[in-house]
């Protein structure tokens, strides 16, 4: 290996603390293909209820005069109706969101606080970009800017575990992530990447080759910050990580076993009376 890819191993040992709730994270189980099959047909099935009340409640409308579009293999349909006739029921959601804004006053130290300064903690918001480089060990590479410059780092972690989240917050910090991730693969022809060997073993651990090390430390605080989330939670982000995965599996084969079938648009309108009618538009 040539001097210009000499590697500094930074071994995680004094990770920045996180805010915890101080109460113990509970580990989901992991979903085996049938379960995760049972968990999509009952999405689906509770989606085909919603959109057989939706179409129910506009057909139930009181129409004065209809105009069909046809589409080839489906059509869609302008209905006039009745002002107030033909209304979806409130959903379950809307209705909770309703309840929750109905609270009690707040009291005069709770309104203090709101008018209180924000806190001190520097806010950063960055794109991340992930390969994952799966085998054994796997190791990510991870690309990302701070002040202009771009910077590159190969962690022994799998960081498409961290899908889905999107903040982490330290004593002094707030990062928001937009994170992107994906397997990649290992080419003698392509730059050189590190593998499982060039780490230590003996925990999380992240590579900064040698040209890197003129940057910024502060660059590395959103690193430094997300592997010390995880290693405070992997078992739940890895088993969050293959729920989500088989999930996404099960709705693929029931999607390939149930294609999608053309369905009609029923639109309905109430305008004023003095419009035109739809046959002489």
């Known amino acids: 290996m040539s001097n210009n890819y000499t590697s500094l191993l930074i071994l995680l040992c004094a990770m920045a603390a996180l805010p915890c709730t101080g109460q113990e994270q509970t580990v989901a189980n992991p979903l085996t293909p049938t379960e995760a099959d049972a968990i999509v047909r009952q999405q689906m099935a509770e989606k085909e ?16 005069e209809s105009f069909e579009a046809d589409l080839g293999d489906r059509k869609v349909i302008f209905n006039r109706v009745v002002p107030g006739s033909g209304q979806v029921a409130l959903t379950a959601r809307t209705t909770a969101a309703s309840t929750a804004k109905a609270s009690p006053a707040l009291s005069e130290a709770e309104i203090t606080q709101l008018h209180q300064p924000a806190d001190a903690k520097e806010s950063f918001s960055t794109f991340l970009s992930a390969t994952v480089f799966e085998g054994p060990s796997p190791v990510s590479e991870l690309r990302w800017q701070y002040e202009g410059k771009e910077y590159v780092a190969y962690a022994n972690v799998d960081f498409r575990y961290f899908q889905g989240l999107a903040e982490f917050v330290t004593d002094s910090a707030h ?26 073993g003996e ?8 040209d890197q090390m003129s940057g910024d430390d ?3 605080g959103l690193i430094d910050t997300m592997l010390s989330y995880y290693a405070q ?27 999608p079938q053309p369905q009609d648009t029923i639109i309905n309108f109430s305008p004023s009376p003095e419009s035109k009618s739809l046959q002489n538009r």
């Not at 959109?51 to 057909?59: F, G, I, N, T």
């Not at 925990?203 to 040698?210: D, H, M, P, R």
Request: hydrophobic share 40%; glycine share 6%.
């Open 218 to 220: 502060s660059a590395y």
């Open 49 to 64: 209820q919603q959109r057989q009340a939706k179409v129910s409640a506009l057909e139930s409308a009181t129409v004065i």
């Open 233 to 259: 939670h992997e078992p739940e982000m890895i088993v969050a990580y293959q729920r989500a995965e088989a999930i996404r599996e099960a709705q693929a084969r029931y999607d390939a076993a149930n294609p």
């Open 203 to 210: 925990g999380i651990e992240y590579l900064v080759l040698e």
């Open 175 to 200: 990062y928001s992530v937009f994170l992107s991730a994906g397997a990649g693969t290992r080419t003698d022809s392509g730059p050189w990447v590190p593998g499982a060997e060039s780490f230590s």
